[in-house]
C-alpha cells in the first residue's frame, strides 16, 4: 500500500520561508505527475504547482516567482520551496502523486502570520 508522508509545515512570519517535501512509502512507480495542492479554511482545495516526469512545471498565478517545485524521481519525492510568504499562503497543504491513479497525502498546516 502507498502513503505519502508530507513534512516541513510550520509557523512562519510573512516574508519569511518554508520548505516541504513529499516522500512515497510502498511500492509505486512510473509516476507521471507529482503536485502540490492547498486548502484554506472556508475554502475550495486548490492547485498551487505541479511537475511531471519530464520536469515541466506549472505553478498557480499567486505563487508564481514565489514559490518552486522539485522532484526526485529515485527517491520518489517532490519538494515545494516556499518563499516570500504572505499571510494569505495560510492552508492545509496535500502531495499528490500520479501513477494510474491518484494518491494523496494527509496533508501539512503552514501558517503565515502577519
Known amino acids: 500500500q502507498v502513503q505519502l508522508v508530507e513534512s516541513g509545515g510550520g509557523l512562519v512570519q510573512a516574508g519569511g520561508s518554508l520548505r516541504l517535501s513529499c516522500a512515497a512509502a510502498?511500492?509505486?512507480?512510473?509516476?507521471?505527475?507529482m503536485a502540490w495542492y492547498r486548502q484554506a479554511p472556508g475554502k475550495q482545495r486548490e492547485l498551487v504547482a505541479s511537475?511531471?516526469?519530464?520536469?515541466?512545471?506549472l505553478y498557480a498565478d499567486s505563487v508564481k516567482g514565489r514559490f518552486t517545485i522539485s522532484r526526485d524521481n529515485a527517491k520518489n519525492t517532490v519538494n515545494l520551496q516556499m518563499n516570500s510568504l504572505k499571510p494569505e499562503d495560510t492552508a492545509v497543504y496535500y502531495c499528490?502523486?500520479?501513477?494510474?491513479?491518484?494518491?494523496w497525502g494527509k496533508g501539512t498546516l503552514v501558517t503565515v502570520s502577519s
Open positions: 499528490k502523486m500520479t501513477t494510474l491513479w491518484p494518491y
Open positions: 510502498g511500492s509505486i512507480s512510473s509516476i507521471n505527475n
Open positions: 511537475i511531471n516526469s519530464g520536469g515541466s512545471t
